[in-house]
């Protein structure tokens, strides 16, 4: 009777762990799967129209003070190119950075990871400047920056803000 009981539990365990795994672990998912979600493809097509709306990068898409890509920037410029692709366009990239040899060095690193994903350049561009955006104007834009700048100059502090300040805010970042 012992030698049952034992039996039935040995049963037990060796049926629990041939059990199939679940679909999902608790973490996000990663990478491509085969259990795609059905919301996949409405957040695919409001994924590329903000590319197509928003063509433009930035510094956080390269390593520190570089020309190589972070995997943000490869991340960016796989969306970017398939979007140029289509439709062609303009993408900008907007930097705080005052070294024009390595403005230029990203500039080329942006061409050739475009051409290299089958990009025609005659179509899609690169150059430096503002992102564009349907929100504010780019002459709306260059304003608010230049106040920005020129009342961080004036205050004395000597460092510039990264990010500028809109005319007639007080600098606080709070509304009254």
């Known amino acids: 009777m012992k030698w049952l009981s034992v039996l039935g539990l040995v049963l037990v365990i060796v049926s629990a762990g041939c059990q199939q795994p679940s679909q999902r672990?608790?973490?996000?998912?990663?990478?491509?799967?085969?259990?795609?979600?059905?919301?996949q493809e409405p957040y695919q097509a409001m994924v590329d129209n903000s590319a197509l709306a928003d063509m433009s990068i930035a510094d956080i898409h390269f390593a520190g003070n570089t020309a190589q890509l972070s995997g943000t920037g490869e991340y960016r410029l796989n969306s970017l190119a398939q979007v140029c692709k289509t439709y062609g366009g303009e993408i900008r990239y907007d930097t705080q950075v005052m070294d024009d040899k390595l403005v230029q060095q990203r500039l080329q690193r942006v061409e050739e990871y475009l051409a290299a994903a089958g990009c025609d350049l005659e179509k899609c561009s690169v150059r430096q400047g503002m992102a564009a955006s349907a929100h504010m104007p780019a002459a709306q834009a260059v304003k608010a920056q230049q106040a920005g700048l020129s009342s961080e100059s004036s205050s004395g502090s000597g460092r510039q803000s990264l990010t500028p300040k809109l005319p007639g805010s007080n600098g606080a970042g709070a509304a009254k």
Request: charged letters at 15%; a neutral charge.
């Open 25 to 39: 672990l608790n973490s996000p998912p990663q990478g491509d799967t085969v259990h795609r979600s059905s919301m």
